[in-house]
C-alpha cells in the first residue's frame, strides 16, 4: 500500500521554526518529485515548495512566500522528503500536506506533476 505520512506540525511563536517529515512507505520516492502544500481555512490550496526526483537532483522549487524562510530537503536513505521551516509568520498558518507524483526523465524547470499520493496533513499553528 503506497503511503505518505506527514509529522512535525504543531504551534510554534511567530519567528519560530519547524522541520515537517513526509515519510513514504510502500514505494521508494526516489524517482518522484514530492511538493508540499498548504491550505488555511477559506484559502486555496497553495503549492509551498516541491523537490524534483533523484534522477533529476532533487532540484528546489519555492514559492515566493517560501522563499528565504524554507528549505526543501529529501533523505532518500530514509524514503523521507523534509520541509525546514523558519522566521514563521500567522500567515503560515494551515494543514501542510506533501505529495509525490513519478517525476520525468528530464529537468523541465519546475515539479508541476501530477501528484497522486497524498498524505493526511499535518497542522501548523503560527500564533503568539
Known amino acids: 500500500q503506497l503511503q505518505l505520512v506527514e509529522s512535525g506540525g504543531g504551534l510554534v511563536q511567530p519567528g519560530g521554526s519547524l522541520t515537517l517529515s513526509c515519510a513514504a512507505s510502500g514505494f521508494s520516492l526516489d524517482h518522484y518529485a514530492v511538493g508540499w502544500f498548504r491550505q488555511a481555512p477559506g484559502k486555496e490550496r497553495e503549492r509551498v515548495s516541491c523537490?524534483?526526483?533523484?534522477?533529476?537532483?532533487?532540484?528546489?522549487v519555492y514559492a515566493d512566500s517560501a522563499k528565504g524562510r524554507f528549505t526543501i530537503s529529501r533523505d532518500n536513505a530514509k524514503n523521507t522528503v523534509y520541509l525546514h521551516m523558519n522566521s514563521l509568520k500567522p500567515e503560515d498558518t494551515a494543514a501542510y500536506y506533501c505529495a509525490a507524483g513519478v517525476d520525468y526523465s528530464y529537468y523541465d524547470g519546475n515539479c508541476i506533476r501530477p501528484y497522486t499520493n497524498w498524505g493526511q496533513g499535518t497542522q501548523v499553528t503560527v500564533s503568539s
Open positions: 523537490i524534483s526526483g533523484s534522477g533529476n537532483d532533487g532540484k528546489p
